[in-house]
Nanobody, 125 residues
C-alpha cells in the first residue's frame, strides 16, 4: 500500500509562482513513476506532468510546458510540482499519483493506483 500526502496550493494572482509537494510512504518510491494531475470544476481529471522511475524522464501537458517543472527527491520520498507564471486556467484541484509495476510514466488517470488527497489552486486574474 502506498500513501501520498500533498501540501501546497492556495490562492495566488496570475503570474505568480507556487510549489506543491507530495510525500510518499510505502512502496518502492525510487523506482516508481510519479505524476501530477488536475481537475477543474465540471471537467475531467487531466495529466499535468509526470516523472518516470527509471532515470527521471519527464513528460508535460502542452499548456504547462516551460512553466511547470516536476522533480523528485528520492531520499525524502517526495515529488514536487513547481508552477511558475500561473494563469487563471490553471485553477483546479491538483493531485499527485503513483503506480506499481513498470517505471515508465503514464498519462491516463485510470493507469494510476494511488492518489493524494488533492490540493486546491486558485489563480485570480
Amino acid at each position: 500500500q502506498v500513501y501520498l500526502v500533498e501540501s501546497g496550493g492556495g490562492l495566488v494572482q496570475a503570474g505568480a509562482s507556487l510549489k506543491h509537494s507530495c510525500t510518499a510512504s510505502g512502496g518502492s518510491f525510487n523506482t516508481s513513476a510519479m505524476a501530477w494531475f488536475r481537475q477543474a470544476p465540471g471537467k475531467a481529471r487531466e495529466f499535468v506532468a509526470g516523472l518516470s522511475g527509471s532515470g527521471g524522464g519527464t513528460m508535460y501537458e502542452e499548456s504547462v510546458k516551460g512553466r511547470f517543472t516536476i522533480s523528485r527527491d528520492n531520499a525524502e520520498r517526495r515529488v514536487y510540482l513547481q508552477m511558475n507564471t500561473v494563469k487563471p486556467e490553471d485553477t483546479a484541484v491538483y493531485y499527485c499519483a503513483t503506480l506499481t509495476g513498470p517505471p515508465s510514466c503514464k498519462i491516463f488517470p485510470y493507469e494510476y493506483e494511488y492518489w493524494g488527497q488533492g490540493t486546491q489552486v486558485t489563480v485570480s486574474s
